[in-house]
C-alpha cells in the first residue's frame, strides 16, 4: 500500500489518499475528494493504472510541499508515478501520468 501525504499529480489533497497495487496496477484507490477525482482521471485507460515510475527524493535542500515538481525531490521522500513514460523511456503509452508524492518514504524491495 502507498499512503499519498504530499502530492498527488495537480489533485488537490484533502485528505491522504491510500492506494493498494496488485501485479504493478492500482487495484484499489481509498480517500477523500482527491481520491474520487484521481479515480475519474484515470478512467477506463488500463494504462493509466500502471506504475510508469518509481524514484526516491535525496536533495537534502528541498522541503517536501505540494508542488510534485519540488517535492518529489526532497530527501526521505518516494514517490510512484501512475501513468505514461514514453517520454523517457518506458513502454507505458498512457496518455496520463500522476505522480503520487510520500513524505516520510519506507521503502522494500521484497
Known sequence: MLVVDV??????????????????????????????ELRRRL??????????ELGLGTNPHVRPCGRVAVAEKALGTAHVALGGNLAFGGRNPASTHYDCVI???DVRFL
Open 7 to 36: 502530492a498527488l499529480g495537480d489533485i488537490p489533497l484533502d485528505r491522504p489518499v491510500a492506494l493498494r497495487f496488485r501485479r504493478g496496477r492500482v487495484a484499489e484507490v481509498t480517500g477523500g475528494e482527491a481520491a474520487a
Open 43 to 52: 478512467g477506463n485507460d488500463p494504462w493509466a493504472w500502471t506504475v510508469g
Open 103 to 105: 513524505a516520510a518514504a
